[in-house]
């Protein structure tokens, strides 16, 4: 899929999501017995893979992979081994210590609140997110690892609450605040690996995690898809 492409297709979710409030996909636990078996398969497969993060070999993260890779364990195995690569690659263990003064202030986000099923919440005002000025200023690749340090922190408390007996399940909400996004700050050209990057990143290495999407203060939809359609028609 071709970034405009891509680019569509996630800010078309958005605006779905916010208009209907829709569920991207209720956590099951429970399994077949067909199912069962391609788990014990699975965590076999694995089972001499060095893991550097804790919540990779859970089963409900194996089960995560399997249904993302439609049960077939040789490619669920292909997918969470270049999961453990990126990993690795980008550091992700040291994400949480790293000093963000630089992000912090000007690209706020909160990570400490949950949902009536006690679900965590990812929440960030991307009204207040200058995505241009992080383009321009060579900032963008920052303010992406930003968004994915606390991403990945309500990623870890929902494994928390799960086994505190507090939570069915591991999943998250993401809650964006959207009053006054302007098409010249947030969605320019330079902005769009923001939108493109986060999207893949969060499909191939946390498929499953993410709940519920909704988008607030979104004022004018209409507006939305206009630039949403002049961006894919300038990029073509």
């Known amino acids: ?16 999501v916010s208009l209907l409030g829709k569920t991207f996909s209720l956590e099951n636990l429970s399994l077949t017995q067909a199912e069962k078996h391609k788990l014990d398969q699975f965590k076999e497969a694995v089972s001499k893979i060095n893991f550097p ?41 040291d994400i949480h210590n790293e000093d963000w003064a630089d992000v912090e202030k000007d690209y706020p986000h909160h990570t400490d609140g949950v949902d009536k099923f006690g679900q965590p919440a990812f929440v960030f005002s991307l009204a207040e997110w200058d995505l241009r000025g992080a383009a ?17 922190e309500v990623h870890l408390k929902s494994f928390e609450l799960y086994k505190l007996g507090r939570s069915n399940g591991t999943q998250l909400d993401v809650i ?38 909704f988008v607030v203060n979104c004022k004018s939809m209409q507006s939305l898809f206009r630039i949403v359609l002049f961006l894919v028609v300038t990029m073509v």
């Open 176 to 213: 964006a605040d959207m009053d006054t996004i302007s098409r010249q700050q947030h969605l320019c050209i330079q902005c769009l690996r923001f939108y493109t990057e986060l999207a893949l990143i969060l499909e191939s290495r946390y498929p499953g995690v993410l709940d519920k999407m």
């Open 53 to 93: 993060a804790e919540w990779m070999p859970q089963e409900l993260t194996l089960v995560r992979y399997l249904r993302a890779r439609q049960w077939d364990v040789q490619r669920a195995k292909s997918m969470l081994q270049e999961t453990v690569a990126w990993w690795e690659e980008n550091n992700m263990k």
């Open 136 to 152: 321009v200023t060579g900032r963008l690749t920052r303010v992406i690892r930003w968004f994915l340090k606390g991403f990945d």
């Open 1 to 16: 899929m071709d970034c405009a492409k891509l680019f569509l297709t996630v800010c078309t979710t958005i605006v779905i």
